[in-house]
T-cell receptor
Framework: GDSVTQMEGPVTLSEEAFLTINCTYTATGYPSLFWYVQYPGEGLQLLLKATKADDKGSNKGFEATYRKETTSFHLEKGSVQVSDSAVYFCALSDFSGGYNKLIFGAGTRLAVHP | NAGVTQTPKFRVLKTGQSMTLLCAQDMNHEYMYWYRQDPGMGLRLIHYSVGEGTTAKGEVPDGYNVSRLKKQNFLLGLESAAPSQTSVYFC????????????FGPGTRLTVL
């Protein structure tokens, strides 16, 4: 079945450092891809999405490009802030089993220090 | 708009007790979902609903039941809680036409002793 693999965390960075969180997927067909963010004590929020190959999703300085040839959707940010400390989940949309659902990766915890 | 709200925020149960988690959304969304979040495993879908009066099983439905008597509410029940059900539970909703952009509640942390 479809699946999502994320790099294991935690990722610890200093403020203003460059961030990459790797995400690769396995899917039949052409899923939409998502990054969700979970701040401490809160639910998940959609950060960005891409619905077809070569699309670039972007929001709040974060970017990710849908790479069909490498089945990847890596999250990047040029200069992280302390307020970016959170858990980041990569996800894909799946239509198998007769219903529309999201399949999540295990999550990557990011800690940014001043 | 409050978005997606969940009640309660925290709960501790003893093995064998029952409880109901309530999810409410004020966005008129058709689809609603219940997930559990466990360390290192991301979110796993328990049950979902595509409309009022309809429910279906997700990836990990055993030990849980759900009901959607009103469009805005989606209830998750544990009839006889077990320690393996210790988890954080998230409810989500989305409009029918959305490409899976789900809106999440703040979660319920459940501990079963």
């Amino acid at each position: 079945g479809d699946s999502v693999t994320q790099m294991e965390g935690p990722v610890t960075l200093s403020e203003e450092a460059f961030l990459t969180i790797n995400c690769t997927y396995t899917a039949t067909g052409y899923p939409s891809l998502f990054w969700y963010v979970q701040y401490p004590g809160e639910g998940l929020q959609l950060l960005l999405k891409a619905t077809k190959a070569d699309d670039k999703g972007s929001n709040k300085g974060f970017e990710a490009t849908y790479r069909k040839e490498t089945t990847s959707f890596h999250l990047e940010k040029g200069s992280v802030q302390v307020s970016d400390s959170a858990v980041y989940f990569c996800a894909l949309s799946d239509f198998s089993g007769g219903y529309n659902k999201l399949i999540f990766g295990a999550g990557t915890r990011l800690a940014v220090h001043p | 708009n409050a978005g997606v709200t969940q009640t309660p925020k925290f709960r501790v149960l003893k093995t064998g007790q029952s409880m109901t988690l309530l999810c409410a959304q004020d966005m008129n969304h058709e689809y609603m979902y219940w997930y559990r979040q466990d360390p290192g495993m991301g979110l796993r879908l328990i049950h979902y609903s595509v409309g009022e009066g309809t429910t279906a099983k997700g990836e990990v439905p055993d030990g849980y039941n759900v009901s959607r008597l009103k469009k805005q509410n989606f209830l998750l029940g544990l009839e006889s809680a077990a320690p393996s059900q210790t988890s954080v539970y998230f409810c989500a909703s989305k409009p029918k036409a959305s490409v899976n952009e789900q809106f999440f509640g703040p979660g319920t942390r459940l501990t079963v002793l």
